[in-house]
């Protein structure tokens, strides 16, 4: 049996900052990024790569959910 990195309780969900969608549930990792870490990951509702924001285990979902349209403002200018 292997063994397996990471506790299954402390993943992280991903949202996109377009569409503001969850688009990747379960990354586990040793040690955790900042609050409101965002990457580029490719959004399958958009058909894109775009922005996403990393909500931790740890973080109020509902939190952060609601700062999507100032992050969206701050990556996606007009």
Do not use: T
């Amino acid at each position: 049996m292997c063994k397996r990195n990471g506790n299954p309780k402390r993943r992280s969900k991903f949202y996109c900052l377009k569409c503001g969608r969850e688009i990747m549930d379960g990354i586990q990792r040793a040690s955790q990024r900042e609050k409101e870490h965002v990457k580029d990951l490719y959004c399958y509702l958009c058909k894109e790569e775009v922005k996403a924001v990393e909500v931790r285990y740890c973080d109020d979902e509902r939190e952060i959910l609601d700062k999507i349209p100032e992050l969206r403002e701050k990556y996606y200018k007009k």
